[in-house]
């Protein structure tokens, strides 16, 4: 007899095998490229990029096995978004909702909505429905801040941490709940930083990693399934920023390029980030990532 899993369980909401990284600056340029990531956290090589390459845009999971790509820089910032089916196929560009802004961050909630929140200079948040829909501006609860990170914890909640302001890196969490209700700013465990990376893994917990402070770092800093963020664990793997994250395999994790760099290292369903693996495609910083599938 199979057993009764609950429809609101961390393992029924697990999903999340593939992942794709997309989008960022390479060689001095901004690109549309993509990889995907299969359901063993293998990197495949560089696909043709579709809709308007840019920088610092934010990427996160919607409908339980689909993705979405929203906003960025190009020269000017934008508010476009381009959805990922559940085969990892990138969508053209969609006009954009909700105010133009580079450097927020993204993750799912409620097990099968998104968010996008804050930005450089706003606190605003964007709710993607589970159809993938992005809402208009949501008013800003907490600091604002740029180049910050997001994660999904206890399988249906979600937390922002991290980044910068105009005056200094920070530490700062602000949760939300699976309403998709943002929270109030919560005092930062562990270093502050900007630049930084996010991903969920073991199906309810999340990581966040690597950024910069006064040089490039690889801490890292693991999530509860409440969404306590536990202090600074000593970095694995070379340090860099401005990183892309993204679930895979149901309960794992994945960091992926940064500046200067196109290895990975994986993250096992424990939260113990592995050494570097052999990059696979272009280099590239500023990109984004999520899981799909």
Known sequence: ??????????????????????????????????????????????????GTGRRYPAACEFGGDKGIFGFGYDGSVLSMTNLVSNAGVVGTDVTGVGTGRQGLAACSFGEDKGI??????VSMTNLVSNAGVVASDTTGVGTARAYLAACEFGGDKAIFGFGQDFSSVLSMTNLVSNAGVVATDVTGVGSARSYIAACS????????????????????NLVSNAGVVATDTTGVG????????CEFGGDKGIFGYGDGVSYTNLVS???????????????????????FN
């Open 269 to 291: 369903n424990a939260g113990v980030v592995a050494t570097d693996t052999t990059g696979v495609g272009s280099a590239r910083y500023g990109l984004a990532a999520c899981s």
């Open 201 to 220: 893994f073991g199906g309810d917990k999340g990581i966040f990693g690597f950024g910069y402070i006064a040089g490039y770092v690889s801490m890292t």
């Open 1 to 50: 007899m199979f057993p009764i899993i609950p429809a609101n369980s961390a393992t029924a909401a697990s999903g999340n095998d593939e992942g794709i990284f997309g989008y960022g600056r390479f060689a001095g340029s901004y690109v549309s490229m993509t990889n995907l990531v299969s359901n063993a956290g293998v990197v495949g090589t560089d696909v043709t990029g579709v």
């Open 116 to 121: 996008f929140g804050f930005g450089y200079g």
């Open 238 to 245: 070379t340090a860099t920023n401005a990183r892309a994250a």
